[in-house]
């Protein structure tokens, strides 16, 4: 048993250092969040604890990105179609069913699960290249439709959310109190990558990660490998809808942006910047380039030309994005030995 | 007949106007080392293909210890007990080695272990250190894939195949670019295997298939030209024409 | 029946025409987009803002006080350095990794990103309207039809005709087709490998200028003009095959078609969920679409 328990150890991507990096860089972040929750409350600061409960939101919108490309090796450009389902879901239940937290996640992830299954059903016919274009169509033909329905608010968008009061059991959390709402969304987040990180190194999550090494062997594992791409795709859609539902609970409205290509599109920018495969990097590439943004924000309105000049940066100098050329030197630090692939 | 572990029925494919296989029939006896043989483009890879389910025949059946599993997709054979190697050597080659034969045997246990931590797969990971062992690579587990040498590589292409206990196991040319001294191993190890299970073969090396076979297919544009025992192969004239005529 | 030829001639033929005349510019656009991915692989994401750039270069050119003949002959001119700098500067330098397909289209997603800003940056926000240059209409057959809108169907299909005997009827063509069917024999039969693609990728982008001419009289001009457009020349694409010329001269007339008529009886909103509905079903019957890759044709 001694050995199942080391090979298990051992067959573990790259060993334990690897991980150990990843989930100390996690901690790292957890504390430093939450000292500046704390510093930004004891302040009493509202936009920068609002803008990085932003950065959270779309945290989680591009750990879905990186399910899809980091493990299962398929590049949608176009989740940003369930992050703005779960946003609009939200927010209409919020508005006009009644102010319920659960009620309004619970809608969000049986809409996203139908949504996933039948839009992983038309970009599954499909790999690569193909696949990123059809996710693009996709999310771009339902924003317009959104754009264009008169129910929805059109190109307005659904305003007048109400703030609500989450009951989580034994207290609840003021969606209005900007530090208690930005660490309620930081443990979301964190649950969530915990729990994708997690499913990530099971069997089932490795056979992902298998199909994005070389798909045309699996099947001969004796898995099927469009059925394990479409788990990943609802999973996938159902992390970006779950937290795009706390999209209207923090700003109190929503609007056909959220669903059209340059939400996609950021938060594949977030994933490539901040480490594609890693999960944690995601996380920390939508803060620093949240960051980024606000900051360049203050001297001009084009930082898209920073941010895309950025990006290209990155796609050609790092391919592991941010994480990718930190942990090396983690993971050095950690094991005190010479560095694993 | 009824007792034969692998049995091809008029087995046909046609690519457009190419007819690759043409009507090919024969039976694999349990626990006997069958060889397809033939030229380049005499249809062995796509009788494969064929038999392990990558592409469907246009006509003919294809029967695994009786059970008919004409057409059933690649990733239900496993189930059915047969697995196969590649002659393309068609690995993940950016995972460890240990990686590679895991998931491959991760098909031993209850699928709901799949959602548990890879460390509670015992027997997918027993199964993989068993393979590391016997095949030479525990020095390498940690070595990704696509770093080992080319002879390794085929090795554990062998190794993965094998993984899952298949009942019958088809080799694509094991020995491709293969040295001397790792063709002999690796014929000596096919010929332990067929105490344990029926091995189907495809092989470049004549030398190797007449004394490591029970039992020979020879295949020529697409159809059967004879089959036998090795030796009645040999004497086979049309044989000799067509095959080892180039030869 | 006179009901019906009514019908015809004031309602459905004007708008078969205006679709035909959006379909020759998708075309352009798609032809663009095909011809490299078909040579290259490269999914150019960033073609719907070169677009914009030769719509914007027209606007220049026409403030210098030139008219638009000029326009049409120097913008494309224009855009080839722009291209070949791009091919050069960008898709060189990861096209010889192992995710080429994914790293180009992430590279040049990112390229039209700055592009965009950087239109944005020289020529302000707004939405300019050109003059349309060729003023009044024309009468055929009892239907009336503005005459810019003629010149451009007829103008388009004459380019159309053009870039289809470039690359199947000249030793140009030749040796882009066989360089996209097999680089290392072509390169060894005396073919410039990298001077062909970059030759065709330049190509390429200065087709999606002339769209930006061609459309600027009837669409307006703005930094994000490339965005809507960019969907129906994918889907064109894709539906024509990925790297056919034919493909993308037949989905082009047939979706624009659709799209045209079918807005007559249903809410425009929902014309394009219709396009993309037939692209996925397309795809759902032949993958590949429904013409093979250039070397292949």
Excluded: C
């Amino acid at each position: 048993m001694r050995d199942v328990m080391l090979s298990g150890r051992l067959a573990t991507r790259g060993g334990g250092a690897v991980r150990n990096a990843v989930h100390l860089l996690a901690l790292v972040f957890l504390l430093l969040a939450i000292a500046f929750g704390v510093i930004a409350w004891a302040a009493g600061d509202t936009f920068y604890l609002r803008l990085a409960t932003e950065a959270l939101i779309f945290a989680g919108l591009a750990m879905s990105v990186d399910i899809l490309l980091g493990y299962t090796g398929l590049l949608s450009l176009g989740q940003a179609l369930y992050f703005g389902l779960g946003a609009y879901t939200s927010a209409v239940v919020l508005r006009d069913i009644g102010p319920s937290f659960w009620l309004a996640m619970g809608m969000t992830l049986v809409l996203a699960t139908l949504a996933g299954t039948l839009g992983g059903f038309i970009a599954n016919r499909v790999k690569g290249v193909y696949f990123a274009l059809i996710t693009f169509g996709l999310a771009q033909v339902v924003a317009k439709v959104v754009y264009n329905t008169r129910e929805l608010g059109a190109s307005d968008g659904l305003i007048g959310v109400p703030e609500i009061t989450i009951p989580l059991g034994l207290f609840t959390v003021e969606a209005a109190n900007p530090a208690a709402f930005f660490l309620f969304v930081l443990a979301f987040v964190l649950l969530l990558y915990a729990g994708i990180a997690y499913l990530m190194d099971t069997p089932f999550g490795r056979t992902l990660t298998a199909i994005r090494a070389n798909d045309r062997r699996v099947p001969f594992l004796g898995s099927n490998p469009l059925v394990y791409r479409m788990l990943a795709y609802v999973l996938a859609a159902n992390v970006a809808a779950l937290t795009g539902a706390l999209y209207p609970m923090l700003r109190g409205f929503v609007s056909p942006e959220l669903m059209f290509f340059h939400t996609s599109g950021n938060a594949v920018i977030t994933v490539i910047v901040g480490g594609v495969g890693t999960l944690i990097g995601p996380i920390l590439g939508s803060v620093l380039l949240t960051a980024l943004r606000s900051v360049v924000g203050t001297w001009t309105e084009h930082h898209l030309i920073v941010i895309g000049v950025l990006f290209m940066l990155s796609v050609i100098l790092l391919p592991k994005g941010l994480i990718g050329a930190i942990r090396p030197w983690l993971q050095h630090r950690l094991t005190g030995s010479e560095t694993p692939r | 007949m009824s007792a034969a572990a692998l049995s091809v029925h008029d087995l046909t494919v046609n690519f457009g106007a190419l007819v690759a296989v043409n009507s090919i029939s024969f039976d694999a006896a349990p626990g006997r080392i069958t060889s397809v043989i033939g030229p380049n483009g005499a249809g062995k890879s796509s009788l494969f293909n064929l038999i392990s389910g990558a592409i469907r025949p246009t006509a003919g059946m294809v029967r695994l210890e009786g059970v008919d599993v004409t057409g059933r997709p690649p990733f239900r054979m496993l189930a059915a007990g047969l697995a196969r190697s590649f002659q393309i050597t068609n690995l993940f080659f950016e995972l460890s080695v240990i990686e590679n034969l895991r998931l491959a045997a991760q098909i031993l246990e209850p699928p709901l272990r799949s959602l548990l931590p890879v460390a509670r797969s015992p027997r997918a990971l027993r199964r993989a250190d068993e393979l590391l062992e016997s095949f030479g690579l525990s020095g390498k587990a940690h070595e990704l894939a696509g770093s080992l040498s080319h002879g390794e590589q085929r090795r554990l292409e062998i190794a993965v195949a094998l993984a899952g206990y298949p009942r019958v196991l088809l080799l694509d040319e094991p020995t491709q670019g293969m040295s001397h001294g790792d063709t002999a191993e690796t014929a000596e190890m096919i010929r332990r295997l067929a105490g344990e299970m029926t091995v189907l073969l495809i092989e470049h090396d004549i030398g190797l298939v007449m004394t490591l076979s029970d039992h020979v297919v020879v295949m020529h544009q697409g159809r059967k030209l004879a089959e036998g025992t090795p030796a009645a192969v040999r004497a086979d004239p049309a044989v000799q024409a067509a095959y080892f005529g180039h030869a | 029946m006179p009901e019906f030829l009514d019908y015809f001639q004031f309602v459905l033929a004007p708008q078969m025409l205006n679709g035909l005349s959006l379909g020759v510019a998708v075309i352009l656009m798609a032809l663009g987009l095909t011809i490299i991915f078909g040579l290259l692989d490269v999914i150019n994401m960033a073609h719907g803002e070169f677009y914009a750039i030769g719509a914007f270069l027209a606007l220049s050119v026409g403030a210098l006080g030139f008219d638009f003949w000029v326009m049409l002959a120097v913008v494309p001119l224009m855009m080839v350095p722009i291209g070949w700098l791009t091919e050069q500067v960008l898709i060189q330098r990861v096209f010889h990794s192992r995710e080429r397909h994914i790293l180009t289209l992430l590279l040049t997603f990112g390229f039209g990103m700055v592009l965009e800003d950087v239109l944005k940056l020289v020529y302000g926000p707004n939405t300019q309207k050109p003059p349309t240059p060729i003023g009044g209409g024309t009468e055929i057959l009892g239907i009336f039809l503005p005459n810019y809108r003629l010149f451009l169907i007829v103008f388009g299909a004459a380019l159309i005709l053009a870039v289809w005997l470039v690359v199947f009827r000249s030793r140009l063509g030749a040796m882009v087709r066989a360089a996209a069917w097999d680089k290392d024999m072509a390169s060894s039969l005396g073919v410039p490998v990298r001077l062909v693609y970059s030759g065709t990728f330049a190509f390429g982008v200065a087709l999606a200028g002339l769209s930006g001419v061609l459309l600027a009289p009837i669409y307006s001009v703005f930094p994000t003009m490339g965005r809507d457009f960019i969907l129906m020349a994918f889907t064109v694409v894709i539906v024509g095959g990925m790297g056919s010329i034919q493909g993308a001269v037949v989905a082009g007339v047939l979706l624009t078609q659709v799209q045209a008529i079918s807005s007559l009886y249903i809410s425009p909103v929902w014309s394009d969920p219709l396009v993309f509905g037939i692209m996925v079903m397309v795809l759902m019957v032949r993958p590949q679409g429904l013409f093979g890759k250039l070397g292949n044709a």
